[in-house]
T-cell receptor, first 113, second 114 residues
């Protein structure tokens, strides 16, 4: 199936730990994104990579570090997790052009205890 | 930067009725306006989009209209069914340096009562 996939789907961890979320897309797109969705369902862009180059870096604590080993993968590493990091994190991808349709993964629900 | 306002935040309709969700945007250079449906526990799914050179687009029971002068666009769902119940998001894509970025509205929780 062609899709955007994320692992893990659920992540429960203690405050202060370091964790990673992985994303892969097989749509042949050149741009990938990380979004955070809070408890009120608000979707906020965090990062975007185009051809492995960081192009969007919103106001996000530097405890969050994205890494794109190639065009098909974008991982998110979070250091020193805090309670406020609990949210659903979505990966998305698109082929940049005039209109830039974005396709989302299923999400990773992160719970920090 | 772009700002997208979405109304209403919740909408409850009876099965078979129509539902309308409205959004406004601030950047007159925005040229692409997608709508996403998010079901419980799933990622947002693109259901329809409209480009700035088009005023209306229809796909079966859903349609989107765009008024560039007023900077607003709307989603219309006719003959609603219980499976239409979800959170709907509108978004707008900027141009130039914001070409990569979608700005989302805050979502509308649509409930279709059988």
């Amino acid at each position: 199936d062609t899709a955007v996939s994320q692992t893990p789907k659920y992540l429960v961890t203690q405050m202060g730990n370091d964790k990673s979320i992985k994303c892969e897309q097989n749509l042949g797109h050149d741009t990938m994104y990380w979004y955070k969705q809070d408890s009120k369902k608000f979707l906020k862009i965090m990062f975007s990579y185009n051809n492995k180059e960081l192009i969007i870096n919103e106001t996000v604590p530097n405890r969050f570090s994205p890494k794109s080993p190639d065009k098909a993968h974008l991982n998110l590493h979070i250091n020193s997790l805090e309670l406020g990091d609990s949210a659903v994190y979505f990966c998305a991808s698109s082929q940049v052009g005039r209109y830039n349709e974005q396709f989302f993964g299923p999400g990773t629900r992160l719970t920090v205890l | 930067g772009e700002n997208v306002e979405q109304h209403p935040s919740t909408l409850s309709v009876q099965e078979g009725d129509s539902a309308v969700i409205k959004c406004t945007y601030s950047d007159s250079a925005s040229n692409y306006f997608p709508w996403y449906k998010q079901e419980l526990g799933k990622g947002p799914q693109l259901i329809i989009d409209i480009r700035s050179n088009v005023g209306e687009k229809k796909d079966q029971r859903i349609a989107v209209t765009l008024n560039k002068t007023a900077k607003h666009f709307s989603l219309h769902i006719t003959e609603t069914q219980p499976e239409d119940s979800a959170v709907y998001f509108c978004a707008a894509k900027g141009s130039g340096g914001s070409n990569y970025k979608l700005t989302f509205g805050k979502g509308t929780l649509l409930t279709v009562n059988p």
